[in-house]
């Protein structure tokens, strides 16, 4: 994934390239192997490079460019290594078009030869520079900027978010996107373009959403916007409810701790959509069948909601990982409610399940992006009150997703004891947080570990795999997360006096079961870390070391609370290993391709 900018100031005597710098840095959770800038004055001026964006700054000075107007990129490769030709802005041969993309385009091999043929010669091995170079070409046949770019982009096949600046038309900005998103900001001194908002968010919360295929043109009196056949398009301007605050570190090293520090709030703010809730409900009709679709943290969310639908509501539910949908799509009905659940409301495999399952059945989208792609293809949307998440770790996103599905199934079911139990949460939550140095002190004694299994039962499973998917992504330990009953079918063969098992045990039916795989996993001599409720003598006998969580939160709502000890020890045994938990190796915040 790649995060892109532009900004256009309105007084042409000032200088873009320190906001577009800020801007980028405030994108940088969406790529951050290489980071590129272009601004106009009088011909395009070019600093870019392979990086994280202050290695880069430090070496070229990013600020330092002349011109009141420009487009800045962030960059995690999907078609080209990282290196400094393939770093965007792409530029046409003569250096007189500059183009920034988020996105993937299946068609480039084919454009490229069209291209090569034609005689445009290529330095780099993006699938982007296809783009300046057919913009080039239009422009040499004829056609103004604006209509060589629709030309251009009615020839791409795949995903994109582009913006382009010219130099032979030095007064706008033009920009589109398809299957990626695109925001636009209106200021008081300024207009933007940016693929999220906390890029931009310092300058404005001013937000306009762009429709799919839709022409934006910035220039220094405004934003107007075309459809596909050139009529212009009057759109509504929102106002974000989130702040610049918000979107900041502070005093926190990582965005990540500073994250997992909001996660009571993040389940007091979503409580709060109750209202939102009960009007779905009412008018979801009949329901039979419920099938979640996500993928990666979010699938894990989805994962818990099938547990509990079950549990409460007795309504069939299946989970399908978003890539693996289109399976499954000839199942779907009328009465099959279709949940997709994702943080960014961006992710692309979860975006083209949601256009298979519109086709047959209700859709349920619950998003932490107000405005994101998701909230305009789902017949209904929860957005969940987390805030801006920018660590690539999904943390408060993830307890404020499953929040909102429990409220869900309280409210579904009338089950006021659930309801009552939820506004419990933030306090268990502060509990956990309060005691978290112990989890660092505990990270110091696993973090040598070279493999690690979380083993969970029934409501504990999915913060097995949640816990292990977080220590894998950021510390880069190899970690499994598994059904404790299943342990015995195949990966007990792996358990020793090397392997640390850490064990989700919280009070309730599952727990004499989990006891017994926890016996089997110390018989082969693991070093095992429970995760088990304050007076639980039985698992501080048989383990190594213990964390423990206010007895009263038992199994049904211990996925809100047991989760967080697990992404405490995933960050500090990070830090232990000397990797930077905001930003992992090879991935990024979102996946739009
Ligand atoms: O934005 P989404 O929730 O749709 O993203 C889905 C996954 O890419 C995401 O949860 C990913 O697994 C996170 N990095 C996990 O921490």
């Known amino acids: 994934m790649c995060g892109i900018v532009g900004c256009i100031l309105k007084d042409k005597e000032k200088h873009v390239a320190p906001i577009l710098l800020e801007c980028v840095k405030n994108l940088d959770y969406r790529g951050y192997d290489s980071v590129g800038i272009a601004t106009i004055d009088g011909k395009i001026y070019v600093k870019k490079d392979k990086g994280k964006i202050p290695e880069v700054d430090e070496k070229l000075?990013?600020?330092?460019?002349?011109?009141?107007?420009?487009?800045?990129?962030?960059?995690?490769?999907?078609?080209?290594?990282?290196?400094?030709?393939?770093?965007?802005?792409?530029?046409?041969?003569?250096?007189?078009?500059?183009?920034?993309?988020?996105?993937?385009?299946?068609?480039?091999?084919?454009?490229?030869?069209?291209?090569?043929?034609?005689?445009?010669?290529?330095?780099?091995?993006?699938?982007?520079?296809?783009?300046?170079?057919?913009?080039?070409?239009?422009?040499?046949?004829?056609?103004?900027?604006?209509?060589?770019?629709?030309?251009?982009?009615?020839?791409?096949?795949?995903?994109?978010?582009?913006?382009?600046?010219?130099?032979?038309?030095?007064?706008?900005?033009?920009?589109?996107?398809?299957?990626s998103p695109l925001k636009i900001g209106i200021s008081d001194d300024a207009y933007f373009i940016s693929s999220d908002v906390p890029a931009i968010i310092e300058y404005t919360r001013n937000i306009i959403l762009p429709s799919e295929g839709e022409i934006i043109i910035l220039d220094e009196n405004g934003v107007t916007v075309h459809d596909e056949y050139d009529n212009e398009v009057k759109k509504e301007i929102c106002v974000i409810p989130w702040t610049a605050q918000m979107a900041s570190k502070g005093d926190h090293p990582y965005y990540m701790?500073?994250?997992?520090?909001?996660?009571?709030?993040?389940?007091?703010?979503?409580?709060?959509?109750?209202?939102?809730?009960?009007?779905?409900?009412?008018?979801?009709?009949?329901?039979?069948?419920?099938?979640?679709?996500?993928?990666?943290?979010?699938?894990?969310?989805?994962?818990?909601?099938?547990?509990?639908?079950?549990?409460?509501?007795?309504?069939?539910?299946?989970?399908?990982?978003?890539?693996?949908?289109?399976?499954?799509?000839?199942?779907?009905?009328?009465?099959?409610?279709?949940?997709?659940?994702?943080?960014?409301?961006?992710?692309?495999?979860?975006?083209?399940?949601?256009?298979?399952?519109?086709?047959?059945?209700?859709?349920?989208?619950?998003?932490?992006?107000?405005?994101?792609?998701?909230?305009?293809?789902?017949?209904?949307?929860?957005?969940?009150?987390?805030?801006?998440?920018?660590?690539?770790?999904?943390?408060?996103?993830?307890?404020?997703?499953?929040?909102?599905?429990?409220?869900?199934?309280?409210?579904?079911?009338?089950?006021?004891?659930?309801?009552?139990?939820?506004?419990?949460?933030?306090?268990?939550?502060?509990?956990?947080l309060e005691k978290s140095e112990e989890i660092e002190v505990l990270s110091k004694r696993y973090s040598f570990a070279e493999d690690l299994f979380y083993l969970g039962r029934g409501f504990s499973y999915p913060v097995a795999l949640e816990g292990a998917l977080k220590l894998k992504e950021i510390s880069l330990i190899h970690a499994e997360g598994y059904a404790s009953g299943e342990l015995k079918h195949g990966p007990l063969a792996l358990i020793n006096h090397r392997v640390p098992v850490i064990v989700i045990l919280p009070p309730g039916t599952d727990y004499d079961d989990t006891m017994t795989n926890l016996e089997e996993v110390k018989s082969r001599k693991a070093i095992i870390l429970s995760i088990c409720a304050e007076g639980d003598n039985k698992a501080e006998c048989k383990s190594k070391d213990?964390?423990?969580?206010?007895?009263?939160?038992?199994?049904?709502?211990?996925?809100?609370?047991?989760?967080?000890?697990?992404q405490l020890l995933a960050y500090y045994v990070t830090l232990e290993k000397g990797h930077d938990p905001d930003k992992p190796e090879n991935l990024a915040k979102v996946i739009t391709v």
């Open 257 to 432: 701790i500073k994250e997992i520090l909001e996660q009571d709030k993040a389940v007091e703010f979503t409580l709060g959509e109750r209202d939102n809730i009960q009007k779905i409900i009412d008018d979801l009709g009949n329901i039979k069948n419920i099938c979640f679709v996500a993928c990666g943290t979010s699938y894990h969310a989805s994962l818990t909601g099938k547990y509990l639908i079950q549990h409460f509501a007795k309504i069939k539910t299946d989970v399908v990982l978003a890539s693996e949908f289109k399976y499954s799509a000839d199942t779907l009905d009328e009465e099959t409610l279709v949940v997709f659940i994702s943080q960014s409301g961006e992710t692309l495999d979860s975006i083209n399940a949601l256009r298979i399952a519109k086709e047959t059945s209700p859709t349920l989208a619950i998003v932490n992006t107000e405005g994101s792609a998701m909230t305009e293809e789902a017949k209904y949307t929860i957005v969940t009150q987390a805030g801006p998440e920018k660590g690539v770790a999904a943390t408060k996103t993830y307890i404020a997703q499953l929040t909102a599905i429990y409220l869900f199934t309280a409210l579904l079911t009338k089950n006021h004891d659930l309801i009552k139990e939820l506004d419990k949460v933030p306090n268990y939550i502060r509990e956990v």
């Open 61 to 179: 000075n990013l600020a330092d460019m002349p011109g009141n107007f420009g487009i800045a990129h962030v960059r995690w490769p999907s078609t080209g290594i990282a290196n400094k030709v393939n770093a965007h802005p792409q530029l046409d041969e003569g250096n007189g078009i500059a183009v920034v993309h988020n996105g993937s385009l299946k068609n480039y091999n084919e454009l490229k030869g069209e291209l090569v043929a034609d005689g445009f010669k290529f330095k780099s091995t993006t699938d982007t520079e296809v783009i300046p170079h057919l913009i080039r070409k239009y422009i040499n046949e004829g056609l103004d900027l604006e209509h060589a770019f629709r030309k251009t982009i009615e020839r791409l096949d795949g995903s994109y978010a582009i913006a382009v600046i010219s130099k032979d038309e030095n007064n706008k900005i033009l920009a589109t996107r398809h299957q």
């Open 546 to 566: 213990i964390f423990t969580i206010n007895p009263e939160v038992n199994e049904i709502i211990a996925p809100l609370v047991y989760t967080v000890p697990l």
